[in-house]
């Protein structure tokens, strides 16, 4: 039986942030994982050079039945924080869009730099390790797992969210807290590209592999970033970000010109080139197929002297306010994250510890706290687990 001050369950980006920091206060930590590799959503992240955090970083960037609840921790561990961290080692960096920090070689730094830090401050890690079962019987927990049985004062849940399964993600953290009794908020897939039936899923095939920069709106959130077609439906960063606000059986509205009035400006080209062909003036705002496509589909045909109001209209409408609605979501398979989770009503924003259980912490995806695309789920990881690692 291993006695330890600390245990963390799941050795991803919350668990090492956490682990590091714990160990750094000489608590005696060890961080275990069923997987081969710790944090292996870290090195395929960022198409393998990890956004790994977002230089505008506030709370609004995060979705929760408790939007105050990522306060704290953010404050307190902020993306400069960790920039720091990055720069102390000479990890080379470079901001691509929108404040996002991304590493200029490759994503194993990151993981190289935890896991650096863990071995310094003293932490151990150890890995291909199931865990079987965990108890209270005492004011200790105890851990049975597959190589053998351990005790701890502080028990830590970093096991994430069930986000791409095939990458050794599961909902044990939902199980456990339900076993001590805390509340989950119903998990669903977030940041994951939208599916379409019928004639929007045919149109949608035909245009796969175009992308514009577009503005995509559920109710009175709207995201501006690229939009690319895919032989399932829509996906890119615009429709990644309005996944996570979406609600089934509503319609999103995709605005594909989002610099001008489209129907201002047909009318403008009726009046200075009347032979115009229609396709030919929507051809001039949109990728060529993508304005045929629509051409076709809504029957937008002949030259703009013969076209009323009423017709540019309809076109306007459909390029700036078109209505779509999703069947739903490529789920978990491709999700980056997970909505929902670990209700932050049971837990404390400053030490992410459960009210009702003393020594059980909640931190990183686990928890009902969902960032935006863009390194924020990344912050929120190293926040909470920073916060954690302070008082575990
Ligand atoms: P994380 O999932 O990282 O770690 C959980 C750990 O627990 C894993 O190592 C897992 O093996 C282990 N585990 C799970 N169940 C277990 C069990 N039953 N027993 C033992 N161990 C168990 N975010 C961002 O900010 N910038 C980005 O660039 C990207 N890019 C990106 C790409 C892709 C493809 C995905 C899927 C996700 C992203 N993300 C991202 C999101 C980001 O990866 C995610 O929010 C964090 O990894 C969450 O960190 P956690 O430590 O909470 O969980």
Known sequence: MRDLDVLVLGGGAAGLMCGIEAAKRGRKVMVIDHAKRPADKIRISGGGRCNFTNLHCT????????????????????????????????????????????????????????????????????????????????????????????????????????????????????????????????????????????ANKDLCGRLAGVSLDANVSFQKTTFREGLLFTHRGLSGPSILQISSYWEEGKPISVNLVPEADVFDVLKTARHEVPRQDLKTALGSLLPNRLADELAEVYKLKGRLADQSDKVLRRAGEQMNRWQLTPVGTEGYRTAEVTLGGIDTRELSSKTMEASKVSGLYFIGEVVDVTGHLGGFNFQWAWSSGHAAGQVV
């Open 59 to 198: 709370p609004a960037n995060f979705l929760s039945q408790n939007p105050r609840f990522c306060v704290s921790a953010l404050k307190r561990y902020t993306q400069h924080d960790f920039l720091a961290l990055v720069d102390q080692h000479r990890i080379a960096w470079h901001e691509k869009t929108l404040g996002q920090l991304f590493c200029d070689e490759s994503a194993k730094d990151i993981i190289r730099m935890l896991l650096d830090e863990l071995e310094r401050a003293g932490g151990k890690l150890q890995l291909e390790t199931d865990i079987k079962a965990v108890e209270k019987p005492d004011d200790r927990f105890s851990v049975s797992t597959s190589k053998g049985p351990l005790r701890t004062q502080s028990l830590v849940i970093a096991t994430g969210g069930p986000s791409i399964p095939k990458m050794g993600a599961t909902g044990f953290g939902y199980d456990l807290a339900k076993q001590f009794g805390l509340k989950v908020i119903a998990p669903r897939a977030a940041l994951v590209p939208l599916t379409f039936s019928d």
